[in-house]
């Protein structure tokens, strides 16, 4: 299992409406500090929708409420996309969500209609269809061959995800799909333009949909069909995150997020830097190693101990709008409040900060300590301002959704280079997650 299909929550919650469901069990210890609005200098204003190239294995990148503005949290690229081959024939696509709990570019089809992208057939010589599944809804579409290009990198002649945008949807959403989740089919949904997965796995399936028939991903779509029926694929067809294709900066990425004040901010500028330890900007440096298995069950997950409760489905996710995770020591907000959805620790008066203490141990069986820091987000939503939508302390139950995982979503990125090593990383060994204060 791939994060991508089973975990990640890469369409981020709307404001009101987070991913997950209600709380769970466990006994909360943490710290409480009732503390004033941060007064160092605010970061840069973000110029969402830019393409701002700063090298040639990085650019800026924003956080901000998505191109609706009714989101929260939502880390945004432009991507230009071409036509196998071509210079000419491209399109450059702004806010794009960067995920690093995912693998692979998928894109609306109205975003794309004018390159005429040609399809991915699969050993039945049909187009392939693909459900792609996250924690809160599936997307649909077909895949296609695409030129990636992002600041001077380019993945050249891979498999993209087309998500069917067009009304009615042709092939129409397998059951077998939309079984797995509410279909998502439109950028207000998405809260994005497409998703940009730069997580930790090559393939968004890998070899569980290589041999026999997986859970349903990828799809046999004959032409003018009315339906798709489940197929396997090769690996050289499958969805591929795009960093593995450049030809250098190819093993991972680095998002370095600065730190905004703890009531919240419009949005900010960010950097997402591809490669680690491939040149002077991606350095890892002496930052802590957090492995993570590549393979069974467990693949992708670490473990998070919170509260002496352990939280063995962990995981870093740039496309989680909030921590999310299950402890009857911390309140939810009230049914009737505005934030109805989230937690709502300490005062809905004043902001009261509650640091959690979190000790986070990957497969190497090494340990670091870290800290989420939340607020009652009662008390961030009713004194904020229409236009805040980034948040470094906002925090939802996640329910049944994901039982046993403590998500450390973008609230965790503020302040920090966050590094996201591919499975086939040697420098060090792949997949792995580490992070330092910027």
């Not at 975003?111 to 809160?136: I, K, R, T, Y």
């Not at 333009?193 to 991903?217: E, H, K, M, S, W």
Request: aromatic share 8%; with cysteine; net charge negative.
């Amino acid at each position: 299992m791939r994060m991508m299909k089973w975990v990640a929550c890469a369409v981020v919650a709307v404001l009101l409406n987070a991913c997950g469901g209600g709380g769970g069990g466990g006994s909360s210890s943490k710290s409480t500090t009732t503390t004033p609005p941060v007064t160092t200098s605010n970061p840069t204003p973000a110029t969402c929708g830019a393409t701002v190239v700063n090298s040639t294995n990085s650019q800026t990148i924003c956080v901000s409420g998505g191109p609706t503005g009714n989101f929260t949290n939502v880390v945004l690229i432009s991507v230009t996309v071409c036509l196998p081959g071509s210079t000419t024939t491209c399109t450059t696509i702004p806010n794009i969500q960067v995920d690093t709990g995912s693998s692979g570019l998928r894109i609306f089809a109205s975003q794309v209609a004018s390159l005429g992208l040609q399809p991915v057939l699969d050993g039945n010589n049909n187009p392939v269809g693909e459900c792609g599944a996250f924690a809160d809804g599936i997307v649909w579409g077909e895949l296609a061959r695409a030129d990636v290009k992002v600041a001077g990198e380019v993945a050249s002649n891979i498999p993209v995800q087309v998500i069917l945008d067009n009304s009615p949807t042709t092939p129409s959403v397998p059951t077998d799909c939309s079984n797995q989740g509410t279909p998502e089919q439109t950028v207000a949904a998405v809260g994005a333009n497409g998703i940009l997965g730069v997580g930790l796995f090559v393939q968004d399936c890998g070899q569980g949909c290589v041999g026999t028939l997986p859970a349903a991903q990828y799809f046999d779509c004959p032409t003018n069909a009315a339906t798709c029926t489940p197929v396997t694929l090769a690996l050289a067809n499958q969805v591929i995150n795009p960093v593995s294709a450049f030809a250098v900066d190819n093993n991972g990425v680095i998002l370095e997020v600065p730190a905004i004040p703890n009531t919240g901010y419009p949005s900010v500028n960010a950097t997402i830097v591809f490669g680690i330890n491939t040149q002077t900007n991606n350095q890892l440096g002496a930052t802590s190693v957090i492995n993570v298995p590549d393979t069974g069950t467990s693949a992708g997950f670490f473990n998070v101990t919170y509260a002496g409760a352990a939280y063995p489905e962990s995981f870093l996710d740039s496309g989680s709008s909030v921590y999310f995770f299950n402890s009857a020591g911390i309140p939810s907000c009230p049914s009737s409040s505005v934030a109805s959805a989230y937690l709502c620790p300490g005062s809905s008066a004043a902001l009261s900060l509650e640091d959690l203490a979190l000790t986070v141990t990957g497969s190497a069986g090494n340990s670091i300590a870290a800290t989420a820091q939340i607020a009652n987000a009662t008390y961030l939503f009713n004194t904020s301002s229409s236009n805040i939508a980034v948040f470094n302390d906002l925090a939802a139950p996640a329910g049944s959704t994901l039982p046993d995982a403590f998500d450390i979503g973008v609230p965790f990125f503020f302040g920090k280079n966050v590094y996201t090593g591919l499975e086939t990383n040697t420098t060090p060994a792949g997949p792995f997650f580490a992070w330092t204060a910027n």
